[in-house]
Every structure is written in structure tokens, then in C-alpha cells.
């Protein structure tokens, strides 16, 4: 069997963003991983089956750090000798990247799940520019993991259309349909659930689930709720993860507005998302920048219209008025408006609901993306 390395920046990204499909891959190829050390890496050899290769990487900007990580990579990457070295976030991918070429290896395969970069400015948008163009000038291939992002890259000049390849619908890993599943949820979890967040059966809830920062539009969810529920008593707004202070943090008036209303329900990380979207009405997704949202698609699967913006991979899973609605990023008043129409229009709302968990499962299911990207690996063994 050949070996195929996946490599992420930490192993929360392996486990979670990769969940099934080093296992799936590894029935036709010896698969490796290799991330940060963590408490995850357990999780991800029991899950996974695979063996899995702890090398430090930081998610920030550490040039002498990124050194070590190189040298470290470069190292694992000389004694294992793979076939394929396909690498997942932005660190990881740069760095190995880097690491794949210097040591020779035929097949440098890159998946772009979102670019960070395109919010940033000056001369840490030109380094990180820069940054990118080595990443994409080290791989022999770069997956987008949607169309609107392969545009991107092309119009950013990042590298040439040839090395270009959105796998399958687009999406990384798919998304397991039988898994985000209402049916899976039982009444009694639901009722619970509602009982210990104090959620009444006739309110609207709001869901949002991801990272608490600025660049998922947190600020101004925040503002168009607030503005919302002077109007509206029977809506709630369900915050399902984590802040990140030091990386992206919230304006200081958010913050307040979090922690001081009580109509605001944060629940912190959830191992299990399921049961929050299960006692939830609208998915609320104003994201400034995405790859391709595994969070849109669960929502979908679990019977959610979506808010969602105007940008790649969420304007892919969202069809406007048929599984939800788009807005412009950045604009808190499109948001409010979008918003109050799912609140005062419930058959609207219901209407989107039923459609979205038929549309994700014609075009999302992660064995189809498994497939396609195995076809893709046996391509380049064919080569």
C-alpha cells in the first residue's frame, strides 16, 4: 500500500474536519497524519485507525517557530517517504508544502478551506499574499474546496487555473446526512435541552455555531438582534462555541450585550452540535469569509433554513428564498431585515426548512466527496 501523509496545524482540525475519511482512504492507502500534539491525536488514532505523527505548528505569524516546524516536518517527511503529502489550514499547508518539495516528494496536494487573509490590509495582507503564492508554488495541486474560492485564487493571481481542482460539489469532508440527523435527536434530549436553557417551545431561535469573532460577523448579529428583540419577545439567539480573544477578538459593546441579555443563550464549545440545531429555527451565518461552511450544511441536514452572506461556499449551499436567505457581509441592516422577515413570515420559514435537508443530501453527502477524491489519488498512482 502507499502512503499518503495529512497533514493539519492542530489535531482538532484532523478529528473534526477530516472526521471518516482517513479511515475511508486508509482501505486503499497507508494514511499518516501529522499535526500539533494535543489531547485529540487519542481521539483521532482510536476513530481514525491510523497512526498519527505530533509535530508543533502555530497558528500565528512566528518566523522562527515556522523555522523549527519546517525542519520538524521536513524530518517526518524524509523517513516516511509518501506517496502523496496532502495538507489541510493555512500554516500546515505553507509549511508542508515547503516541506514535501524540499524532500522530494511527486504528489504536493493543498486544500484551501477559506483564505484569513482576504481581511486583512497593508503589509500583513502583501506578506500573507506573498505567503500564499509560495504555499501554491510548493504543491503540484491545489483543491478549493469551492467554486467561489477557485475565482478567488485566480483573481488574486495566486497561481495558474491549470493547478486548479474543486473536488466533487465542493466541501472538504461532505457531511455524514445520516449523522446531522433530526430523526437522531430524541424528543426527550429536546425537551431537556429547552428545559436547561429556558427555551420556550414557541420561540424562534436563532442558532449560530462557530468561533465567536469578528471575522464570523459576530458584532453585527449581535447589534441586529438587539435591535430585533425590542419588537419581537418570543426570540432567542443560541451561540454554540468559543471566543478568541487574542486572534480575532469582539468589539468590548458585544461583549456586554452577551453577557447581559438574558434572550442570549452561549453555550461555549458543544462536542455534539446536534442537539442545539434540534431546538433551533434559523441558522443566523454572517460570516465575512468562508471555504465551503461545514456548519451551513449541518443546519441543512438537521432541517434549518440558513442566513447566510454573499460570499463562496455559502452562496453554493444557499439557494435565496428556497433553503434560505443571502445577504451582503458586513451590513448589520440586511441582516436585521433578513432576520425579521423569518420571524414574521414562519411559513416561509417552514417552507425553506423542508427543501434544505434534500438539497444538502442530493449534493453534499461526504461519500461523495470520499469518492471523488480517491478517484483523484488514483489518478495521479496512474500517472
Known amino acids: 500500500m502507499k502512503k499518503i501523509l495529512r497533514i493539519t496545524t492542530v489535531p482538532i482540525s484532523l478529528m473534526n474536519l477530516l472526521k471518516g475519511q482517513p479511515k475511508f482512504m486508509s482501505q486503499y ?46 524530518k517526518v517527511i524524509k523517513k516516511e517517504k509518501p506517496f502523496i503529502v496532502h ?75 491549470s493547478k486548479l481542482k474543486v473536488i466533487a460539489n465542493g466541501s472538504s469532508n461532505g457531511i455524514d446526512a445520516n449523522h446531522f440527523s433530526i430523526k437522531n435527536i430524541s424528543v426527550k434530549t429536546i425537551s431537556t435541552l429547552r428545559e436547561e436553557l429556558h427555551i420556550n417551545k414557541s420561540d424562534v431561535v436563532f442558532v449560530f455555531v462557530g468561533r465567536l469573532v469578528t471575522d464570523k460577523g459576530i458584532n453585527e448579529l449581535i447589534s441586529a438582534f438587539k435591535k430585533l428583540s425590542k419588537d419581537h419577545q418570543h426570540i432567542k439567539l443560541l451561540l454554540v462555541g468559543t471566543f478568541e480573544s487574542e486572534l480575532d477578538p469582539l468589539q468590548a459593546s458585544t461583549l456586554s450585550e452577551i453577557e447581559n441579555n438574558k434572550n442570549i443563550i452561549h453555550v461555549g464549545w458543544q462536542t455534539d452540535v446536534r442537539p442545539y440545531f434540534a431546538i433551533s429555527s434559523i441558522l443566523a451565518f454572517p460570516s465575512y469569509r468562508e471555504g465551503f461552511p461545514n456548519v451551513v450544511m449541518q443546519a441543512g441536514a438537521m432541517d434549518l433554513p440558513s442566513i447566510v452572506t454573499d460570499i463562496n461556499g455559502c452562496n453554493e449551499i444557499i439557494k435565496q428564498h428556497i433553503n434560505g436567505l443571502i445577504i451582503p457581509p458586513k451590513d448589520e441592516s440586511e441582516l436585521f431585515i433578513a432576520m425579521q422577515y423569518l420571524v414574521e413570515n414562519p411559513d416561509e420559514a417552514q417552507k425553506m426548512a423542508k427543501a434544505s435537508r434534500k438539497i444538502i443530501c442530493d449534493n453534499y453527502q461526504r461519500e461523495v466527496v470520499w469518492n471523488a477524491l480517491l478517484k483523484e489519488y488514483n489518478n495521479l498512482e496512474n500517472q
Do not use: W
Not at 500573507?128 to 483543491?143: G, M, N
Open 29 to 74: 492507502y497507508k494514511v499518516v497524519g501529522v499535526t500539533s500534539s494535543g489531547d485529540e491525536i487519542d481521539t483521532i488514532i482510536n476513530d481514525e485507525g491510523i497512526r498519527v505523527i505530533a509535530v508543533e505548528m502555530t497558528r500565528t505569524i512566528s518566523p522562527i517557530k515556522d523555522l523549527v516546524s519546517l525542519f520538524k516536518l521536513y
Open 87 to 161: 495538507s489541510h489550514t493555512p500554516k500546515a499547508g505553507t509549511l508542508g508544502m515547503m516541506a514535501a518539495k524540499l524532500a522530494g516528494v511527486q504528489n504536493r496536494l493543498h486544500t484551501i478551506a477559506g483564505l484569513p487573509l482576504l481581511e486583512a490590509t497593508g503589509s500583513k495582507r502583501k506578506l500573507l499574499d506573498l505567503v500564499e503564492k509560495i504555499t501554491y508554488a510548493c504543491a503540484t495541486k491545489i483543491y478549493p474546496n469551492s467554486l467561489g474560492l477557485k475565482d478567488i485564487i485566480i483573481q488574486n493571481r495566486y497561481t495558474k487555473p
